[in-house]
């Protein structure tokens, strides 16, 4: 079992950065792919950014590479989501996720946070 706390969300005008946090509880945190997704207003949830257990290897969507970085910090069970150069497309609620296995569904994840928002405006 992995519980998720996410932290960090805010509102921000275009072009500014704003740093996720999600905390993690459980001993087996380093086991699981971590990952970010975002559910915008009548918008299904969509992947952003996943880890895997080292972080050596990463996925970003294509509508954030370059301006999302995704670490991960083991020994604090923490996940982490740098956004910058935000644009107002970026709004959403933002969830950490947890999985097994390398996946970017969303239906493959089977732990989430409860989310926090993101609020860019230009």
């Known amino acids: 079992q992995v519980q998720l706390v996410e932290s960090g969300g805010g509102s921000v005008q275009a072009g500014g950065s704003l740093r996720l946090s999600c905390a993690a509880s459980?001993?087996?945190?380093?086991?699981?792919?971590m990952g970010w997704f975002r559910q915008a207003p009548g918008k299904e949830r969509d992947v952003v950014a996943l880890?895997?257990?080292?972080?050596?290897?990463?996925y970003y969507a294509e509508s954030v590479k370059g301006r999302f970085t995704i670490t991960r910090d083991n020994a604090k069970n923490t996940v982490y989501l740098q956004m910058n150069l935000l644009k107002p497309e970026d709004t959403a609620v933002y969830y950490c996720?947890?999985?097994?296995?390398?996946?970017?569904?969303?239906?493959?994840?089977?732990?989430w946070g409860q989310g926090t928002q993101v609020t860019v405006s230009s």
């Open positions: 996720a947890a999985a097994s296995d390398w996946r970017t569904s969303v239906s493959d994840y089977d732990y």
């Open positions: 459980g001993r087996t945190f380093s086991s699981y792919v």
């Open positions: 880890i895997r257990f080292s972080g050596a290897r990463t």
